[in-house]
């Protein structure tokens, strides 16, 4: 059976020094993976960015608290 770790579609994945366990699925991991956002809507006044990133645990996808180059995502 394929796992839904590599169907994902993401940009980027990143090693941890560390491995960590995961507070929705309690596996550990020591890779996260990173999904891009982007902007889709947005109203005429915004000053959000075009586009930004989430981090997922590789097992089961919740999002998982993590900051890539000095921004908290
Ligand atoms: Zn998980």
Known sequence: MESLAQV???EAEYQLETA??????SQMFDTVQVIR????KVNFTSALPR???LV???????VVPA???????
């Open 51 to 53: 586009r930004g990133y």
């Open 37 to 40: 956002l982007l902007r889709k």
């Open 8 to 10: 994902i579609d993401c």
């Open 67 to 73: 900051v890539i180059g000095g921004r908290t995502v």
């Open 20 to 25: 960590v366990k995961c507070n929705q699925c």
């Open 56 to 62: 997922v645990c590789p097992n089961c996808h919740t």
